[in-house]
């Protein structure tokens, strides 16, 4: 089994809906992460979590928000999706040691029109 | 501002070593600079990370020049499934910073 897992793996919506996109770990790591990458580009960061109760902005948050709801499990919502949040979502999760190594999960592709 | 850059693509005889090189000029003395790479629109993959020493596992050497200003992530013996896009990452303030990476095609 995958150690980080994302759901839904694709999903198309329309502008104006309220999106969740779930991430599951089993690596037992502190940190996890949500990414976003558009075509040709790199990864950008959106949010990251140290733990349950601390949670902070990357580079991209305005439009998105997140949950912690336990070690394992980090969500990613988009309250009033917009075309322009058409993008491949990673999550990832790191131990938090020394060199934070962060190990991803396989993406979610998610399409708004 | 641009924390790393790499060449947008690079060709690889298979078999050879590929070299891709990276600069990241304003890296701090206690930064790390990683390497991952992702196979069409897969979740990127770890391969190394390095400080100040080279650095070599299973998949690759790192090689970091003295002054940290940049390093080269060397492929030993380059296979067709080594295509993919390779990215240089350098972390600042707890955040990765993805480039846009380079495009390694090997070719048979």
């Known amino acids: 089994d995958a150690d980080v897992t994302q759901t839904p793996r694709n999903r198309i919506t329309k502008t104006g809906k309220r999106i969740m996109l779930e991430c599951s770990q089993t690596?037992?790591?502190?940190?996890m992460y949500w990414y976003r990458q558009d075509p040709g580009l790199g990864l950008r960061l959106i949010y990251y979590s140290f733990d349950v109760k601390d949670i902070n902005k990357g580079e991209i948050s305005d439009g998105y928000s997140v949950s912690r709801q336990a070690q394992a499990k980090f969500s990613l919502s988009l309250e009033s999706a917009i075309p322009n949040q058409t993008a491949l979502y990673f999550c990832?999760?790191?131990?938090?040691?020394?060199?934070?190594?962060?190990?991803f999960g396989p993406g979610t592709r998610l399409t708004v029109l | 501002d641009a924390k790393t850059t790499q060449p947008p693509s690079m060709d690889c005889a298979e078999g050879r070593a590929a070299n891709l090189p990276c600069n990241h000029s304003t890296i701090s003395g206690n930064e790390y600079v990683y390497w991952y790479r992702q196979i069409h629109s897969q979740g990127p993959q770890y391969i190394i990370h390095?400080?100040?020493n080279n650095e070599t596992n299973e998949m690759a050497s790192l090689i970091i020049t003295e002054d940290r200003k940049s390093s080269t992530l060397i492929l030993p013996h380059a296979t067709l499934r080594d295509t993919a896009v390779y990215y240089c990452i350098v972390r600042v303030d707890n955040q990765f910073y993805f480039g846009t990476g380079t495009s390694l095609t090997v070719i048979p």
């Open positions: 990832a999760t790191s131990e938090g040691w020394n060199t934070d190594t962060q190990y």
């Open positions: 390095g400080l100040k």
């Open positions: 690596k037992g790591h502190d940190r």
